[in-house]
């Protein structure tokens, strides 16, 4: 369950306990758990389907034509509200290259009220589902800088200022720190942090928390600042901004509380979080008793364990097999292997590893991913040629091996494999192999080094979403236009529309009509109610009752991801399962 149904959870928790007559005994872990197995349900509804229904077909001309019409129709009015919208939304004119709408943008940051500013220093910001623009206007960008120093705009103009880099922006960050008069420290700290070069502020820090005027504790940001200051700044900076680090270790200004917090979970407000980052990355021998330190409280093992390793070598291979033994351990194990192996050069240490792991009872994905990571790192292949002679269970081995073969693929290697087993009828040009790499460094997709499903998502076939939208209704209508553009010109003369209506007599819940147009054809699929998720299932059996009746070989093929995403792939579906069981898609 995705952190968007947080705030659903709480709002149904509210409305229920609330409810004292029905439910006067029932206790809030209960109403979660209620709620988490009804969400689990509709997770598994989403994506598994459970309430089949049939796709209704008309082939009369003369009702194809009517209702030809009346989708094109309303996909025009649609087109026109949406163009409205654009036209008055200066923000997005002008991220899309439209100089003509600064004096609007002006105007409002001059002259608008509190919350229609606040507004436009949101929407000029770039964020992770935007493209990135340059604002170089200098008219522009004076003003932002200039309304910092305005109470009711100084938040909203630091945050834009930083995000966009705005020319200038850290003199002003500057000279508003050290005037006294910021309400939100914090945030120009942070910024100047991001930037790295501001010494003068680092020192600035330095004296406030050193002499207690700042509590690190309360105000959180604070430890986010020296971050940056660690990671952007040059040798004196970062080497000031770590030496901080070690006397705030040592003069504990960060509760133990906050360091005990780090076992159970993870949060960018807890300052021991920074702190143990940096301390542990230093490389710096004075980080040795802070790691032995969270060793024996069980706060971070993995990393603080991996730090002795770097720092004092070969001294703590007895530890290691120690935790080798311990299957409570063996994550710390699987994390650090090539450490240690890098300390003593001993090649018996994965022949080690792999014969404990094939001792256990059950073995976990991640296990063998992580076990194929280190044979990689190590120059795998010498130990693959021995795996077969050496491991009983053979079946793992295969496992290891195939795990191992996934960490050297890259996008050409895939995109060859689509084209020779029949995906695909043509080879993939390089700029499909420059888009992916692009996507994947501009949107920071996940750790993909091989550029593997950056690839599959610009490949023109492949689609992974999430399939709780976080909104009602749900937009069917958007879903089944991007299956359209994945679905290489297959459905370019489709049409489809979504009518949604309230269901009679039923508090609400809605009523979903799909209207497909292909092949001089009516196709009317009526999705079920699952809240803010797709029915997937109806979805798939639609788009593939229609290119079946084309006569098309291909098919959306659904790839189960074991979480609430959900992957498809476009092709000949027996070519489509074999690519995915060779990628372990």
Not at 81 to 93: M, P, S, Y
Not at 268 to 284: K, M, R, V
Request: overall charge negative; some cysteine; proline content about 2%.
């Amino acid at each position: 369950m995705n952190y968007r149904k947080l705030v659903f959870l709480s709002i149904c928790i509210l409305a229920i306990t609330s409810c004292k007559k029905q439910e006067k005994n029932r206790s809030f872990e209960e109403e979660m758990k209620l709620l988490y197995e009804q969400e689990k349900k509709n997770e598994d509804r989403a994506k598994y389907g459970g309430d089949t229904k049939e796709i209704k077909i008309i082939s009369n001309a003369k009702e194809v034509e009517k209702e030809k019409l009346r989708i094109s129709k309303n996909i025009q009015q649609k087109q026109e509200e949406e163009q409205k919208i654009f036209e008055e939304d200066f923000a997005g004119r002008y991220k899309k290259g439209d100089k003509t709408v600064i004096p609007q943008l002006i105007e409002i940051l001059q002259k608008g009220d509190a919350k229609a500013k606040r507004s436009l220093y949101y929407e000029l910001g770039t964020t992770y589902d935007t493209p990135e623009y340059k604002m170089v206007e200098p008219e522009l960008i004076k003003i932002i800088l200039d309304n910092i120093d305005t109470p009711e705009d100084e938040k909203s103009a630091i945050q834009l200022a930083g995000i966009m880099k705005l020319p200038g922006y850290v003199k002003k960050f500057e000279e508003h720190l050290f005037s006294g008069k910021s309400k939100d420290i914090q945030r120009l700290i942070y910024w100047l942090g991001q930037d790295g070069s501001s010494f003068k502020t680092l020192e600035y820090l330095k004296n406030k928390i050193l002499s207690r005027k700042f509590d690190l504790n309360e105000e959180d940001w604070l430890m986010s600042g020296v971050e940056g200051f660690v990671e952007n700044g040059n040798e004196n900076v970062k080497k000031t901004a770590i030496d901080l680090c070690f006397d705030i270790y040592r003069q504990k200004l960060i509760s133990q509380e906050n360091f005990n917090k780090m076992k159970d979970s993870w949060s960018s407000s807890n300052p021991a979080i920074d702190l143990t980052t940096i301390l542990l990355e230093s490389g710096d021998n004075r980080a040795v008793p802070f790691a032995r330190e969270l060793l024996e409280k069980g706060i971070s093992e993995e990393q603080a364990f991996g730090t002795l390793i770097q720092l004092e070598g070969e001294k703590h291979k007895p530890l290691f097999y120690t935790y080798l033994k311990d299957p409570e351990k063996f994550s710390i194990v699987l994390q650090n292997a090539v450490l240690m192996y890098e300390a003593t050069k001993d090649e018996d240490i994965v022949m080690d590893i792999i014969s404990h792991f094939e001792a256990k009872e059950d073995f976990k994905k991640f296990e063998i991913d992580e076990i194929a990571r280190i044979l990689h790192e190590i120059g795998g292949a010498t130990y693959l040629d021995v795996l077969d002679k050496t491991m009983k269970n053979k079946n793992l081995a295969q496992r290891i091996k195939k795990a191992h073969f996934l960490t050297t693929v890259t996008m050409q290697d895939m995109a060859e494999d689509l084209y020779k087993m029949g995906i695909v009828d043509h080879a993939f040009e390089k700029k499909t192999f420059d888009k992916a790499k692009k996507y994947a460094e501009s949107e920071d997709f996940m750790e993909d080094p091989g550029y593997t499903y950056s690839f599959l998502m610009n490949s023109g076939i492949f689609l992974w979403f999430d399939t709780e939208t976080g909104f009602i209704p749900v937009d069917y209508d958007v879903l089944i236009t991007n299956f359209f553009k994945n679905a290489r010109g297959k459905f370019k003369d489709a049409m489809v529309w979504m009518d949604v209506s309230k269901k009679p007599f039923v508090n609400d819940a809605l009523d979903y009509k799909i209207t497909l147009i292909a092949n001089d054809k009516i196709y009317i699929a009526t999705p079920g109610d699952i809240g803010d998720w797709y029915d997937m299932e109806v979805i798939l059996q639609l788009l593939n009752k229609v290119l079946e009746d084309a006569g098309n070989k291909e098919r959306f093929v659904f790839i189960d991801t074991g979480d609430q995403t959900a992957q498809f792939m476009f092709g000949p579906e027996k070519k489509v399962k074999q690519f995915a069981e060779k990628y372990n898609l």
